[in-house]
């Protein structure tokens, strides 16, 4: 009988080896699992445990100057989830379909994409919808086939009851974008938080904004919530309040229905802007809510330009406007004086060029006060060519023309001061004194902002003072005193003052206040002349200045000059408030 033993020997020695082999193996994992790794997948295992839910902050409101509310937040809800579940069993085509069929079109691509956008850790909770009504969310959570991964957030939402009425001013908040993320890395932004785009909102971004708060919740295998492990609630931003005056805004725009163009209002000692509407408008809620690629492609492309502010960002020709600053120049300059007077025929001739007066029969003999009560373009060409360019921009400089005002709103202008040198440069052109006419004037390349405008008139009405516009109230006023003497000051204002009660501006005076000021007329290349009048009240103690622009207006005396009488009475006299003294 063979004798098997060897064989069995052998291969009990094979086993053995296998069975030792086996072991190292499985201790040698131990030690990388256990040992090596232990902290990676602690980690993992507590990650898995552990989910983190990001809160919004909640943005501060902003009032106008008495209390009215222009940016308010209310409660809608997000609905959020976890990528690890959201990724399982086509939950991203089912929940497409169960929004659609609830009236909420949003398609798997576009969760896809919001999902994608937002995600940077398996365990950092998503938005997949926002913007969902109480009344949509119930419907929603009621439904069978709603995913019980899933979950509503009550967030905070902006709206903005002024709407259109101060849109350029508060602009609005929409979702940061990649870029805006990029820009604000290390400040706590995440996807899908809202940010300032525009107006106010944008300016003050880090004042209104708040923290954002987080809840680290414990959950189960199946991604259920077994207990909340901390919560740090979300922070409110402050609240702002600003130098606006709503109701005299609102006036602003019904006086400007069915024009475009803009009315600034301005208190001219410390600089408080009550009224800064710019028309047509538009309504900034929808924006901050949400709209399509082609809802805002037809706003933008629009070619009354809605979105452009007119107040801050238009730059105008400020036409006759312009002569209070040239008469205080000729005053300062010792280039006229009261008894100074110039003959208007109508017409001049300069080089080989004749410049018109708007009055083609003439005025006759002119002095400053006669010249500014009518508006005498010929007076001022020969005052302008006196001065010559190089005094005029010296003067222009002085009453900040050429730069911003300072105003606490972005998009503002600079307006242009051109001269000699801007014209060559731009042009390739040499400087005539045909062009010094034309600036004498407020025509030619000298272009403002309606608020440039109104900060000149303010420096006239208040003494001689530059102040630098504000419309947060908590900004501290900030003015500079020009050197201007208090008699030139004077004369040029009873000038304004003859315009007003006996010259081109008769019919800002017509509301029950004394008003001073002066009319415009601003040709343009492309239609109709442009209107303007800035005027100030009351002309003893002045307290307000205001600016009316209305582009292609045709004239300053009769369709802007009213407008700032009114606006002006509104504020100034309570009756016209519908209130009593």
């Given at each position: 009988m063979p004798d098997f033993r060897p064989v069995l020997n052998q291969r009990l020695k094979y086993w053995r080896i296998c069975v030792l082999f086996s072991m190292l193996l499985l201790a040698g994992g131990l030690y990388y699992f256990q040992i090596v790794n232990s902290d990676t997948y602690v980690r993992l295992a507590s990650n898995n445990r552990l989910r983190l839910v990001r809160f919004p902050p909640v943005r501060g409101e902003i009032y106008d100057r008495n209390g009215a509310l222009l940016a308010v937040n209310v409660t809608t809800f997000d609905i959020m989830g976890y990528p690890m579940?959201?990724?399982?069993?086509?939950?991203?085509?089912?929940?497409?379909?169960?929004?659609?069929?609830?009236?909420?079109?949003?398609?798997?691509?576009?969760?896809?994409?919001?999902?994608?956008?937002?995600?940077?850790?398996?365990?950092?909770?998503?938005?997949?919808?926002?913007?969902?009504?109480?009344?949509?969310?119930?419907?929603?959570?009621?439904?069978?086939?709603?995913?019980?991964?899933?979950?509503?957030?009550?967030?905070?939402?902006?709206?903005?009851?002024?709407?259109?009425?101060?849109?350029n001013i508060t602009g609005y908040v929409g979702e940061i974008s990649e870029n805006e993320l990029k820009q604000m890395e290390g400040r706590n932004y995440a996807a899908g938080d809202l940010v300032g785009k525009n107006g106010i909102e944008r300016q003050?971004?880090?004042?209104?904004?708040?923290?954002?708060?987080?809840?680290?919740?414990?959950?189960?295998?199946?991604?259920?919530?077994?207990?909340?492990?901390h919560v740090r609630t979300a922070g409110k931003g402050q609240d702002l309040r600003l130098t606006l005056d709503l109701g005299a805004q609102r006036l602003a725009a019904d006086l400007m229905k069915g024009y475009r163009g803009a009315i600034v209002v301005m208190d001219v000692e410390n600089g408080d802007i009550l009224v800064l509407y710019s028309s047509p408008s538009y309504d900034n809620n929808p924006l901050a809510w949400g709209v399509s690629t082609r809802e805002w492609n037809t706003l933008l492309n629009d070619p009354e330009r809605p979105m452009h502010d007119r107040s801050i960002g238009g730059q105008y020709p400020?036409?006759?406007?312009?002569?209070?600053?040239?008469?205080?120049?000729?005053?300062?300059?010792?280039?006229?004086?009261?008894?100074?007077?110039?003959?208007?025929?109508?017409?001049?001739?300069?080089?080989?060029?004749?410049?018109?007066?708007?009055?083609?029969?003439?005025?006759?003999?002119?002095n400053i006060l006669t010249?500014?009560?009518?508006?005498?373009?010929?007076?001022?060409?020969?005052?302008?060519?006196?001065?010559?360019?190089?005094?005029?921009?010296?003067?222009?400089?002085?009453?900040?023309?050429?730069?911003?005002?300072?105003?606490?709103?972005?998009?503002?202008?600079?307006?242009?001061?051109?001269?000699?040198?801007?014209?060559?440069?731009?042009?390739?052109?040499?400087?005539?004194?045909?062009?010094?006419?034309?600036?004498?004037?407020?025509?030619?390349?000298?272009?403002?902002?309606?608020?440039?405008?109104?900060?000149?008139?303010?420096?006239?009405?208040?003494?001689?003072?530059?102040?630098r516009p504000r419309l947060s109230l908590s900004r501290k006023a900030f003015s500079e005193t020009l050197k201007i003497d208090r008699k030139n000051l004077d004369l040029v204002r009873r000038g304004l003052d003859y315009v007003v009660r006996k010259g081109t501006g008769r019919r800002a005076g017509s509301f029950g206040i004394t008003v001073a000021g002066k009319t415009g007329t601003a040709q343009n290349p492309h239609g109709e002349d442009h209107a303007l009048f800035a005027g100030y009240a009351p002309i003893d103690n002045p307290k307000y200045v205001a600016v009316a622009i209305i582009e292609e207006g045709l004239h300053g005396s009769s369709v802007a000059s009213p407008m700032v009488g009114e606006i002006l009475s509104y504020l100034l006299v309570p009756e016209a408030r519908g209130k009593t003294p």
């Open positions: 579940d959201i990724e399982r069993n086509d939950m991203v085509e089912r929940m497409a379909e169960l929004l659609s069929r609830h009236g909420i079109p949003v398609t798997a691509e576009d969760l896809s994409r919001t999902i994608k956008r937002q995600y940077w850790a398996p365990y950092r909770v998503v938005r997949l919808v926002g913007n969902i009504t109480l009344a949509q969310m119930a419907d929603l959570v009621a439904d069978p086939e709603f995913p019980r991964e899933l979950f509503p957030l009550p967030v905070w939402r902006r709206t903005y009851p002024a709407g259109s009425l101060a849109s003050y971004e880090e004042t209104l904004r708040g923290t954002p708060g987080e809840e680290s919740v414990e959950v189960d295998a199946r991604g259920r919530k077994v207990k909340t492990i400020p036409a006759s406007t312009f002569k209070a600053l040239v008469g205080i120049a000729a005053l300062e300059e010792k280039a006229v004086l009261l008894s100074t007077t110039h003959y208007c025929p109508g017409s001049i001739a300069v080089g080989n060029r004749t410049f018109r007066c708007w009055k083609r029969s003439g005025h006759g003999t002119m010249a500014l009560q009518e508006s005498c373009d010929v007076y001022f060409y020969q005052v302008g060519l006196k001065l010559g360019i190089a005094k005029l921009l010296k003067w222009c400089t002085m009453f900040g023309l050429g730069s911003p005002t300072g105003l606490d709103l972005p998009g503002e202008s600079s307006g242009v001061t051109a001269g000699p040198d801007w014209k060559k440069a731009r042009l390739k052109e040499n400087w005539y004194h045909g062009d010094t006419v034309n600036y004498s004037i407020g025509q030619g390349f000298l272009l403002m902002t309606p608020v440039q405008l109104a900060r000149l008139y303010a420096a006239l009405a208040n003494g001689g003072r530059l102040v």
